[in-house]
């Protein structure tokens, strides 16, 4: 499946790219990904989707072959691809009413017909005025999906 999947992995910061592009981690992430992991529905050891050494987590290659990571702002940029599945967190708590609204309109235009858009827990579509333009699949894993 990850094979027939292209993945686009977007942020505003250089660095932040950068470190994503690399997959290093401090060790100390291991933990939290683990356990993340495990209530995603991880079946497989996590273990075996990275190494570790002096101190550090390096993401196994594999699973950054396929990804496409790139320069994107949602203050600024339009959608720059139809994709299935946006998946966005913990940024529109940062943004302003008005910041929201035009983000969650770049993932509306992104979105294919009947496609996902999964937000943080602590984000919602209420106050964006885009509500109308999803179902709820499930509110408490924030969950929609575009009519
Ligand atoms: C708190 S981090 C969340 C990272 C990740 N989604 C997570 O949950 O671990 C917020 C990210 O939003 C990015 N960001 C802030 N403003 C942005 C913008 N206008 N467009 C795209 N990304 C932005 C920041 O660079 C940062 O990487």
New binding site residues.
Partial sequence: MLKRTRIYA????AA?LEQAREGVYPAAAVREATTAYVEAGGRASFADYYTAAYGRMSLASFLRRDVVFSD????TDSAFAEVHLVM????LI?FQPK?QTR?VGVFLDSLSRRGFLCL?AGESLLRTGHAGAFDVVDEAARLYRRR
Avoid: E, F, K, M
Avoid at 10 to 13: F, G
Avoid at 88 to 91: E, G, I, K, L
């Fill in positions: 977007t942020d505003l910061s932040a994107h702002s949602l203050a966005c967190r913990n940024v940062y910041l983000a943080g």
